[in-house]
């Protein structure tokens, strides 16, 4: 599958139904255009199953009542679309979205109680997000949007609004020849890139922003309890910047992300050495059993 993203082959899932992917079209005056009214969830199938389908499902429920609306399907009758989207898109490894939102109706200010709620799912073929950063480790640049407090927005819904800082965050990294761009949250500490968590290796041990104003992904989530297994101790801490001089490692992780290392943040070098090849590998593994 090639091309822009409204011009394919296939099918979507929309509120119930399957349609012709040409077909899977919203009102100029949808609610969520407007208000970003929208919560959605990424998703990556491997050999045929959706890694972690159902809490994905879970959150995307969630996220929409951290926003003020409900959707109208069961986190049950969202499983199966996704299933027969897989299936009807014969794609066995795919990356899958599924997106809720307030459709067009009796209102078209801020308020939209009236309005419906509508739900789609989609899939298509999506290599690695970094392209060739998890051999060599990507390149961040270092964003001038911070990570806002919980106290101004939902931070632990997975809003769409909540990403417009984010590509205007990576437009501006992508302009100066980076992958992504890290950004701080309101109070100076580390935080994440745009769309993925990120880890830091000191002297053997892990350490990671403690998710407490931005989505504790559910990659990020894998990724500490396989490390703990694996003996490795991990620290979910406020990280200063002054400390990136300190690590040695780096890695981001996330849905697309999977598990990808970090060779460079702004001024700061880091090696992709064994623990963040080690947890590439083990993450890849897992996914895939």
Same mark, same amino acid.
């Given at each position: ?18 349609v ?7 009102h ?59 299936a ?7 990356? @899958? ?5 307030r459709?067009?109706?009796e209102?078209m200010? @801020? ?5 419906? @709620? ?30 806002p ?11 769409a ?6 590509? $205007? ?10 992958s992504?761009?890290? $950004? ?6 580390v ?9 830091? @290796?000191?002297?053997?041990e892990v ?18 309890? $396989? ?8 620290h979910?801490?406020?990280?200063m ?8 490692q ?28 080690d ?8 996914v895939?059993?």
């Open positions: 599958m090639a091309g822009a993203y409204d011009d394919r082959d296939g099918f979507i899932w929309l509120d119930g139904e399957m012709n992917w040409r077909d899977a079209n919203v100029i005056l949808t609610h969520a255009m407007h208000y970003a009214s929208s919560v959605f969830e990424g998703e990556r199938a491997y050999n045929g199953k959706i890694f972690k389908s159902r809490e994905h499902s879970e959150r995307l429920r969630r996220s929409a009542e951290m926003i003020d609306f409900q959707i109208p399907w069961t986190v049950d009758e969202i499983e199966s679309a996704k299933v027969e989207v897989l009807k898109s014969g794609l066995s490894d795919a990356y @899958v979205r599924a997106i809720a939102w459709g067009a109706g209102d200010g @801020v308020a939209s109680a009236r309005n419906p @709620v509508r739900l789609a799912i989609a899939a298509w073929e999506w290599g690695a997000y970094y392209g060739d950063a998890k051999m060599k480790g990507a390149k961040l640049d270092i964003s001038k949007w911070k990570r407090s919980p106290e101004t927005i939902p931070s632990h819904a997975k809003a609004g909540l990403y417009m800082i984010c590509t $205007m965050s990576k437009h501006a990294a992508e302009a100066k020849g980076c992504d761009a890290m $950004m701080f949250d309101y109070r100076g500490y935080a994440e890139a745009t769309g993925a968590n990120i880890f830091f @290796v000191k002297d053997g350490h990671t922003p403690d998710p407490d104003c931005f989505l504790n992904g559910i990659t990020r989530q894998t990724v500490v309890g $396989m490390l703990k297994e694996k003996g490795i101790t991990v979910e801490r406020h990280i910047p002054e400390e990136l001089e300190g690590f040695e780096c890695w981001l992780t996330g849905t697309a992300a999977e598990v990808t290392p970090v060779g460079q943040i702004g001024d700061f070098n880091f090696e992709v050495g064994a623990l963040t090849r947890i590439a590998e083990s993450y890849e593994k897992l895939r059993a």
